[in-house]
């Protein structure tokens, strides 16, 4: 099952929410929206979006006011994406030149806090300040997490809680307070509320660690970056720290750390990671987070949306880039 295909009958919403992208990035004439607007152009899953859009059919929702929600929530999403290409001194991004290599750092972080700040002008109605405390809150978090990614970046002394702790803010957070704010727009029950705040946040666990696994299987063309750029970038992710519990491993690892400039000793670490037993291993953890989330699911009421997100997330748990 293609996310698309599960998704066709959202299709009009969708393609609203990224008009109204490209509507708020092109606003102002400055090098900002024009950075901003050649983000939007490298394109994107939008699960963001999705998770909102099918979170707000448990309740009653104001269609608008959804749509402006689904349209934060990616903002802050590619808010994060542009801080993290600078920490990562990442050059390319899905393919596409990344904001800090086509013009510099600091138009890097404006862009990424011009995106952060057109979020919360976003949501008006209904439960309006329940909504921005949560969006206030998730951006906090987010930024907490990139100030934890630079502290950690090339340490080799990491364990399993400080990574899933790092991805639990960069990634499942965001995944959570999608489908949370879905929920609460359109005025769902406390129960209702919290299942699909859980269920958001084991999917974006899952997510996350799919991620980190391409980041070794996958191609470069497939990535739109450098494979292992993770690693490149001195950063530990779940592969990594799984196959450095060999010795042989960890010591390549530590080798390249040491000396992060050497392209020998990256490829040395890259290709033991791969081949070790550290990538089924992370993939176990993946699925039992997707189990965890499936089973938020059991007690909702059986209607269209239940089953398209049963089905985004046997999609997401073996998409393959």
């Known amino acids: 099952m293609k996310l698309a295909t599960a998704i066709n009958y959202m299709n009009e919403d969708i393609a609203e929410i990224e008009n109204r992208m490209k509507q708020i990035t092109g606003e102002e004439h400055s090098l900002i929206s024009t950075a901003s607007s050649h983000l939007l152009q490298a394109g994107g899953k ?14 009653e929702a104001d269609h608008d006011q959804v749509r402006n929600v689904s349209v934060a929530l990616e903002l802050i999403h590619m808010a994060s994406l542009v801080h993290d290409d600078v920490i990562d001194v990442a050059s ?51 930024c907490v997490g990139e100030i934890e990614q630079i502290r950690d970046k090339y340490t080799y002394d990491q364990s399993l809680f400080n990574y899933f702790r790092r991805i639990k803010r960069k990634t499942a957070l965001l995944i959570a307070t999608s489908t949370k704010l879905g929920a609460i727009a359109a005025n769902c029950s406390d129960d209702t509320i919290e299942r699909l705040t859980l269920y958001g946040y084991y999917i974006g666990m899952s997510y996350q660690i799919i991620d ?38 960890a010591e390549q690892v530590q080798q390249f750390f040491k000396y ?62």
């Open 212 to 249: 980190d696994i391409l980041d070794f299987t996958s191609t470069e063309k497939e990535l739109g970056k450098p494979v292992g750029s993770d690693l490149l970038s001195g950063n530990l992710t779940l592969p990594t720290i799984l196959a450095c519990q060999n010795g042989k491993i």
């Open 46 to 59: 939008r699960i963001r979006p999705i998770f909102v859009l099918l979170s707000s059919q448990f309740g």
């Open 92 to 142: 390319t991004r899905r393919g596409h030149e990344t904001i800090n290599a086509k013009w510099d750092n600091l138009t890097a972080m404006y862009t990424g806090d011009f995106l952060f700040a057109r979020t919360l002008e976003l949501v008006r109605g209904r439960n309006e300040i329940a909504i921005h405390q949560v969006l206030a809150d998730t951006i906090y978090q987010v």
């Open 260 to 321: 992060p400039n050497n392209q020998e000793y990256a490829e040395h670490a890259i290709q033991a990671i791969k081949k070790s037993d550290a990538i089924e291993d992370a993939f176990q953890y993946s699925q039992a987070y997707l189990r965890k989330a499936l089973h938020q699911l059991d007690t909702l009421p059986d209607i269209k949306a239940k089953r398209t997100l049963q089905k985004v997330a046997g999609y997401l748990g073996k998409r393959k880039f």
